[in-house]
C-alpha cells in the first residue's frame, strides 16, 4: 500500500486546465509545466484519494477545482478501483445543499474512472464547533482512514 503525506493544493504551483485536449489527442501527460507532472505520478500510484474541503458557495475551493480540472491527461486505466473519500465543512446549517451538489458531482467524476467512492463526510461548523475543536469529527475521519483498507 502506498502511503503519502498528503498533498495541500495551496502548496503546490499549478495553472488551470487550459483545455487544449493535448493530452487527450496525444495520449501524453499535459503540456503545461507545473507540480501537477509530479503529483500525476503519485496520484497513479496511490491506492486512495482522500479529497477534504470547505465548502465555498455550494461548490469546492477554487484550489480543489484547479486540481481536479487537471484530471484530464488521467485515464480509467490510471484511476480504475482506487478508493475515494470526500472530507467536507460548511458552515452554514442543513438544509444546505452545498455538501449534497459537491458528493454529486464527485460521485459523477469518481464513475467516470471506474474508482470506489468509499464515503463521504461532511460537518457543519457553524452549527457546532469548528474541526479543530470538534473531537467526534476528528475521532470519526480518524476512524475512517485507519479502516479504509480493512478488509
Not at 503546490?12 to 503540456?31: D, H, I, L, N
Not at 484530471?71 to 472530507?87: A, H, I, R, Y
Request: glycine share 6%; hydrophobic share 40%; aromatic share 12%.
Amino acid at each position: 500500500m502506498q502511503r503519502s503525506a498528503g498533498c495541500f493544493c495551496r502548496k503546490k504551483t499549478f495553472e488551470p486546465c487550459r483545455g487544449c485536449y493535448t493530452c487527450v489527442e496525444t495520449k501524453g501527460g499535459c503540456v503545461i509545466q507545473d507540480d501537477m507532472h509530479i503529483l500525476y505520478q503519485k496520484i497513479i500510484a496511490a491506492d486512495a484519494l482522500v479529497f477534504a474541503t470547505p465548502i465555498y458557495w455550494w461548490s469546492i475551493t477554487a484550489q480543489l477545482k484547479t486540481f481536479v480540472d487537471r484530471f484530464c491527461p488521467l485515464s480509467s486505466e490510471d484511476l480504475k478501483g482506487k478508493k475515494f473519500v470526500l472530507l467536507m465543512t460548511y458552515g452554514a446549517a442543513l438544509p444546505n445543499s452545498g455538501p449534497e451538489m459537491v458528493e454529486n458531482m464527485f460521485k459523477e467524476i469518481i464513475n467516470n474512472f471506474e474508482m470506489d467512492f468509499v464515503q463521504v463526510y461532511s460537518t457543519c461548523t457553524e452549527e457546532y464547533l469548528p474541526v479543530a475543536e470538534n473531537k467526534d469529527a476528528q475521532d470519526t475521519v480518524y476512524d475512517l482512514g485507519k479502516n479504509l483498507f480493512v478488509r
